[in-house]
């Protein structure tokens, strides 16, 4: 038996995709500096009167949601389209350092205490710290949802403060700034936030100043407007507000990107966002949290020129950022019906009226079961309970998701593997929650929905990951088992070489914290390949490690290949 697996392993591996000898492609080029075309610039802050950067990307509040939820569809439909697998994936079947995504050690809160993207000095002072009239406010939040306002702080910058939601406190605030949290820790560029405590008094309102809504409509953003702000948000004793802050990103801002084609404006974008392994990824992130609202209004594109005096020039590169996360963990919209179909169907679904038309409506949907938890209405729908990680979809379609395979899913799902139930519980935390209920019931559901996706993810393609060489030993994580996944007695390591025609086992090194290492046999030293297959027990399928035998240097490992079960 031990015989004939052998040889179906050699014969099903017989000839792996041969990797050259040379380092894996692990940092992108598109941070190295570009020029643009120049055009006049009318502002007058400008003293170039030069605008050197790629144009502005405006994108209509409904446009993007009509064209996905029918344009795109219809020519999806007509059009002869292959998905294919991500175009940035590298040898070691992960992506590059870009400007949209950095390998993180995924880290729940940074030693210095700020959390997600914010660094120590970012942190804003409690409201006994404040002078009052210190924050000016100098521009009201135009369009979306929320109610809010921009402040400039002396010796900090400029940041965006949003209300809570009416009748759901904290909720928010708070899921804006564990989102942006778990966003950095997967290694995507985000804002920093946080929570502050505000007293009218702290504030100064700029004379004069307008807003505009959804239609372009312009109104006053004046001491009515700002007390409607102060008192649809989260009230806290002695008269205060709980407001979410967003500090004003670096740089010159030019809109969204899109989660689909590329900007013919910068050089460095070459790679359709749709077949961007983070942003295909990047829909199990979004299901484990229920960042329903995940589209391109969410994102933001930053220029930053080399010369930092003026923003507006060339050379420099686009930075692409996540944000606003506050529609997660619970986040509704104005109808509780389609607040109960949020991650279960998109908003317009032509299938389903057609299933309800044809059962007279008596099929019972997942959404239909939804109901709020006793005691924890501020998290409307958000549970485990009916959370499926490959049926979830966002409010309407999203380009780069449609597009995400069982190879883009897997690599998400052993990037949310690092955070430990301790890891997941510190995100919650950094909500702060004046209920401790909150906290349990909110880690509980995360660590439950977390579990949901590393189960269907981590059990067909190998969980193996973080594969690297010590020296001596090759070494891998397996998240399947660092996170429990199935019994520890189902892990068994099975780990031959392919050009071994003996077909003598390599003896598998297991530790406790899911890494497993194995010592290859010694071989020539010239320069010749060694593929080893590694198997570890479950139905997952075999990871093949693809390396060079450099003699006394070692393995260098170039390469590796995910089989299928």
Known sequence: MRTFLFALVC?????????????????????????????????KKNDTHQNCAPAEYVSPFLWDQIDNLSFA?????????????????NSMDEVADSAWYTNNAGEAAHD?????????????????????????????????????FRVDIPG???????????????????????GAAIYDAVGFNTTCEQV??????????????????????????????????????????????????????PGYTIGPFRYIGTREDDPNDVIDHADRRELRGSRLLAAWLDHWDAREQNSMDVWFASDEKHKKSSPGFLQHYIIDTSDTLGGEVGIDEMSRRL???????????????????????????????KGEERFAYYTDREFDPVAWVPFYPNPAFLRMTERDGAWMARKIAKFSPKDVRKFVELGRWSRPIDVEYLTKVMIARQRKILYRFLTRLSPLGDVHSDGERICATDFARLRGLEPEASFRYTIVQLEDRNHTPIPAEVSGDGVVCWKPHPGAGKEERATFDVRDGTAAGPLLVHTYDLGAKGYKIVGLTRKEP
């Open 156 to 178: 900090k910058g400029k940041y965006m403060l949003k209300a809570d939601d009416e009748g759901k406190p904290e909720r928010a605030s708070a899921a804006s700034v564990i």
């Open 196 to 249: 502050v405590i505000v007293k009218k008094s702290m504030l100064k309102l700029t004379p004069d100043l307008k807003v505009f809504d959804n239609e372009g409509i312009g109104h006053p953003f004046d001491d009515a407007a700002l007390d409607k702000v102060l008192k649809s948000t989260t009230q806290v004793p002695d008269g205060m507000v709980r407001l979410q802050a967003s500090k004003w990103l």
């Open 11 to 43: 014969g099903c591996a017989a000839s792996p995709r041969p990797f050259p000898l040379r380092d894996p492609f692990v940092a992108d080029t598109d941070k190295q500096p570009v020029s643009v075309p120049c055009r006049p610039d009318d502002d």
């Open 73 to 89: 569809r219809w020519s999806r439909g007509l059009s002869i389209q292959t998905t294919g697998e991500a175009r940035n994936a």
């Open 343 to 373: 991650g279960h169907t998109y908003e317009f679904s032509a299938g389903d009226i057609v299933r309800a038309l044809v059962t007279l409506g008596a099929e019972e949907r997942s959404w239909d079961r939804a109901h709020y938890e």
């Open 112 to 148: 210095d205490g700020a959390a997600g993207a914010c660094k120590p000095e970012d942190i804003l002072p409690g409201p006994d710290q404040v002078k009052d009239g210190e924050w000016v406010i100098d521009h009201g939040k135009d369009n979306g949802s929320t109610l809010g």
